[in-house]
């Protein structure tokens, strides 16, 4: 072969070369691009899920603590009715002995005490 020839093969071999390499440097820029964008994508699902997880908590929270206060409510007044109750109870008594304090008081000023 002729040393121009060989020069000819040698320049459309680098020119091959160098296309089968862009051509590559193309590719991985896309495929790097795709797999960029899967990441965002893959990132904003993660998002979204944990978002949705932690307000499903906090509600489920709300529900408890709301289920606890009446619960609470509940037996406050359960406990107020009971003192009530006794108070009620007890009035009857109370005025008994305030009227017989009172009673001991106007017999002891009467007759002298």
Known sequence: MARPEVLD??????????????????DADERLAE????????RAEAEEEATAEAEARLESAHEELEERREDILAEGRADRE???????????????????????????RTTGE
């Open 82 to 108: 009971a003192l009530e109750s006794t108070a009620r109870e007890r009035v009857d008594d109370a005025v008994d002995y305030a009227v017989d304090r009172f009673e001991e008081a106007v017999k002891g």
């Open 35 to 42: 797999a960029r964008s899967r990441a965002d994508e893959i």
């Open 9 to 26: 093969r040698i320049k459309e071999a680098e020119t091959e070369a160098d296309e089968i390499i862009a051509e590559a440097e193309s």
